[in-house]
Nanobody, 123 residues
Framework: QVQLVESGGGLVQAGGSLRLSCVAS????????LAWFRQVPGKDREFVAA????????DYADSVTGRFTISRDNAKNTVHLQMNSLKPEDTAVYYC????????????????WGQGTQVTVSS
């Protein structure tokens, strides 16, 4: 079992920045890849970014490439998502997820999820 707790969401104006954090705990959290997804009401959960624990390989959705950066702190079992140049369309609940295997952008490959943190970007 892996537990994930997100923090750092909030309200920001368009063009601003936020930094989300996700602390992983439980059974061997370092063996898992970690990812961020987001969801708005009435839509499917959408991939944002992912990172491996070992080599730190990353993957990003096209919509956030160049604006968002995912990083990890192995000593603290924490993954961050730095979000810059935010747009109103980035408004969503952001979820941290843990999964094994290859780096993936599919929700089906992540078996553990946090409770989510709300990000609201005003125009």
């Amino acid at each position: 079992q892996v537990q994930l707790v997100e923090s750092g969401g909030g309200l920001v104006q368009a063009g601003g920045s936020l930094r989300l954090s996700c602390v992983a705990s439980g059974r061997n959290p370092r063996f898992y890849n970690l990812a961020w997804f987001r969801q708005v009401p009435g839509k499917d959960r959408e991939f944002v970014a992912a990172i491996t624990w070992t080599r730190g390989s990353t993957d990003y959705a096209d919509s956030v490439t160049g604006r968002f950066t995912i990083s990890r702190d192995n000593a603290k079992n924490t993954v961050h998502l730095q979000m810059n140049s935010l747009k109103p369309e980035d408004t969503a609940v952001y979820y941290c997820a843990a999964g094994g295997g290859s780096l993936s952008d599919s929700t089906r490959d992540y078996g553990y999820w946090g409770q989510g943190t709300q990000v609201t970007v005003s125009s």
